[in-house]
């Protein structure tokens, strides 16, 4: 049995079909990359699974699971967790307090053990303040852990997020562009982060531009193109594709073929782009959906 399973997704805006009949799967500690040009339907399939959307068609379960018309919290506490491209950290709170933000689900102690201080409530706290350290320690955090989350710098902010979201314990971890905004060397240290995390056990899907590190790290890449599966396979065979070689890259084979880990494919070398820089619909939708997912 796949860990997740997405089959014959739809969702539409009105008369924008955001996801036309999408279908894959995940195994367990699997790292799965979704791909596309702007607006081809990605982000809107990771709102879809983490209950922020709920599709026209379709069934997405998790170990067999359907998790339709579940709240985001609940798929949450079922092992999902998620990172956004757009950064949604709690900045006037302190790093540590994000990543210890990030440990509700699992937190042994009632809303009276809070307002009396029990000894339950103190044993609890102490665990969630020595699991923010344990994860920020984990993402290789640098920067100071009181200080306000705004105030660190882009990069840590990332590390930051991924650790709230391993906070949660997850089975399953989504990351939408988390190399985005990177450096070379931040992108290097994201590709090990990335296995270090699939390492513990946790399968990973990876929305991602750089096509570099997405060739280095997946083991297998799903192409999406105006909402619909056009490819799902190995690394070196998605890269051949003739499909994906045309609706992603316009036709030019040497873009894949030329890019290195740690590179991103040029903007106006991906087909898909518009005038207004426009993309996905689920972008920016889901930048209320923070501490949930």
């Given at each position: 049995?796949?860990?997740?399973?997405?089959?014959?997704?739809?969702?539409?805006?009105?008369?924008?079909?955001?996801?036309?009949?999408?279908?894959?799967s995940?195994?367990?500690?699997?790292?799965?990359?979704?791909?596309?040009?702007?607006?081809?339907?990605?982000?809107?399939?990771?709102?879809?699974?983490?209950?922020?959307y709920?599709?026209?068609?379709?069934?997405?379960t998790?170990?067999?699971?359907?998790?339709?018309?579940?709240?985001?919290?609940?798929?949450?506490?079922?092992?999902?967790a998620?990172?956004?491209?757009?950064?949604?950290?709690?900045?006037?709170?302190?790093?540590?307090?994000?990543?210890?933000?990030?440990?509700?689900?699992?937190?042994?102690?009632?809303?009276?053990?809070?307002?009396?201080?029990?000894?339950?409530?103190?044993?609890?706290?102490?665990?969630?303040?020595?699991?923010?350290?344990?994860?920020?320690?984990?993402?290789?955090?640098?920067?100071?852990?009181?200080?306000?989350?705004?105030?660190?710098?882009?990069?840590?902010?990332?590390r930051?997020?991924?650790?709230?979201?391993?906070?949660?314990?997850?089975?399953?971890?989504?990351?939408?562009?988390?190399?985005?905004?990177?450096?070379?060397?931040?992108?290097?240290?994201m590709l090990?982060?990335?296995?270090?995390?699939?390492?513990?056990?946790?399968?990973?899907?990876?929305?991602?531009?750089?096509?570099g590190?997405?060739?280095?790290?997946?083991?297998?890449v799903?192409?999406?193109?105006?909402?619909r599966?056009?490819?799902?396979?190995?690394?070196?065979?998605?890269?051949?594709?003739?499909?994906?070689?045309?609706?992603?890259?316009?036709?030019?084979?040497?873009?894949?073929?030329?890019?290195?880990?740690?590179?991103?494919v040029?903007?106006?070398?991906?087909?898909?782009?518009?005038?207004?820089?426009?993309?996905?619909?689920?972008?920016?939708?889901?930048?209320?959906?923070?501490?949930?997912?």
């Amino acid at each position: 049995m796949s860990l997740l399973s997405v089959a014959d997704l739809r969702l539409s805006f009105g008369g924008l079909v955001a996801i036309d009949g999408l279908s894959f799967s995940v195994g367990e500690a699997e790292i799965v990359s979704v791909i596309g040009p702007n607006g081809a339907g990605k982000t809107s399939a990771f709102n879809c699974v983490t209950g922020f959307y709920r599709p026209a068609s379709g069934r997405i379960t998790l170990r067999g699971r359907d998790l339709s018309g579940l709240r985001p919290s609940a798929i949450a506490g079922l092992g999902v967790a998620r990172t956004f491209q757009n950064l949604r950290l709690f900045g006037e709170l302190s790093v540590l307090d994000n990543v210890r933000a990030g440990s509700h689900l699992w937190l042994r102690q009632s809303v009276l053990d809070a307002l009396l201080h029990t000894p339950r409530y103190r044993r609890s706290e102490r665990e969630c303040t020595e699991q923010a350290h344990h994860w920020l320690d984990f993402v290789g955090l640098r920067g100071d852990r009181y200080g306000q989350a705004r105030a660190l710098p882009y990069g840590e902010q990332r590390r930051t997020e991924i650790a709230r979201a391993l906070a949660r314990r997850p089975d399953l971890l989504l990351l939408d562009e988390p190399a985005a905004g990177l450096n070379h060397g931040e992108k290097a240290e994201m590709l090990d982060l990335i296995r270090r995390i699939q390492a513990l056990g946790v399968a990973i899907v990876l929305i991602e531009h750089d096509m570099g590190l997405v060739m280095e790290v997946s083991e297998r890449v799903v192409v999406l193109n105006f909402g619909r599966e056009i490819a799902d396979g190995r690394p070196e065979d998605v890269r051949r594709d003739p499909a994906v070689i045309e609706a992603y890259l316009g036709g030019d084979p040497a873009v894949l073929e030329e890019t290195a880990p740690g590179e991103t494919v040029p903007e106006e070398k991906i087909a898909g782009q518009d005038s207004t820089g426009q993309g996905d619909p689920g972008k920016a939708d889901s930048a209320g959906s923070d501490a949930h997912a």
